[in-house]
């Protein structure tokens, strides 16, 4: 797709979209890689397989919830996308001018109920972002940057997350059934009623991570991954032989407790 006008701007490879209004806009296989998009406001936009490799996005909107049904009816599409190496780590918006006080003030990016599933993010800077209730199953999250992101009730079904970086990241009610998450770092992450069924956690750090009773392990594979300082909700250490009733083995945890 070359390059084509929409709403007033153009869009190609290394624009400028600083603040742009492209809410529903079909973007389809557009070819924005290296495109500064800070700000700007995609939500409900289509971007199937489009090409955003090494984008800009700090504090782009692509998400909007509607406060009474609680879906999001006009969050945007970017399933089979490319974001490999996108930053959407939060836009520096400078110093509030009532509160000063409280120094910069950043805009996370917002994903919320977005379409991202096979949406490549590897080595993508999602720091902060929101995901809340996205959907990105099967995608490619391999060493991407996830550190401090908002994502409850995301569908990671089959995804990859390889090596990434989810420290203190809130997954409640995150479904991870199958997910890749070797190497991953969940350090002081939120894992209350996340289903990691099957899914594959060797050499995970889940160092400080909290869990509940509702954290599903089924078949989950946890060779060589650390579970040193793992609590509860409410703040009781779990002994790393023993989690909600599963026993851990050095490498797995399953209903029988057994290998």
Do not use: C
């Not at 199937?48 to 909007?64: E, M, Q, W």
């Not at 836009?91 to 096979?118: D, I």
């Not at 997954?171 to 969940?186: C, H, K, P």
């Not at 250490?237 to 050095?250: E, H, M, T």
């Amino acid at each position: 797709m070359g390059a084509v006008e929409v709403n007033g701007y153009t869009i190609e490879p290394d624009a400028n979209l600083r603040g742009a209004n492209l809410e529903g806009s079909d973007l389809s296989w557009a070819d924005l890689s290296g495109a500064t998009l800070f700000g700007a406001n995609l939500s409900g936009a289509i971007l199937f397989r489009a090409n955003l490799t090494g984008a800009l996005f700090g504090g782009v909107s692509l998400g909007v919830k509607d406060g009474h049904t609680g879906t999001y009816p006009t969050s945007a599409d970017l399933s089979e996308a490319n974001l490999s190496e996108a930053d959407l780590s939060p836009k520096l918006l400078g110093v509030s001018a009532a509160f000063p006080e409280v120094g910069m003030f950043h805009q996370p990016s917002n994903l919320s109920g977005t379409n991202l599933r096979k949406t490549n993010f590897s080595k993508a800077n999602l720091r902060q972002a929101d995901f809340t209730g996205a959907d990105l199953t099967g995608a490619n999250l391999t060493g991407a940057n996830l550190a401090g992101a908002k994502a409850m009730l995301v569908n990671l079904t089959g995804a990859d997350l390889t090596g990434a970086d989810l420290q203190e990241t809130s997954l409640y009610i995150a479904n991870l059934t199958r997910a890749d998450l070797t190497g991953a770092n969940l350090t002081n992450a939120n894992l209350a009623a996340v289903n990691f069924t099957r899914a594959d956690l060797t050499a995970a750090n889940l160092s400080n991570a909290t869990v509940d009773d509702d954290t599903l392990w089924y078949k989950a594979v946890l060779r060589g991954a650390n579970v040193l300082g793992v609590s509860t909700t409410n703040h009781q250490r779990v002994d790393p032989n023993s989690l909600i009733g599963y026993q851990f083995r050095g490498d797995v945890w399953d209903d029988a407790g057994s290998k």
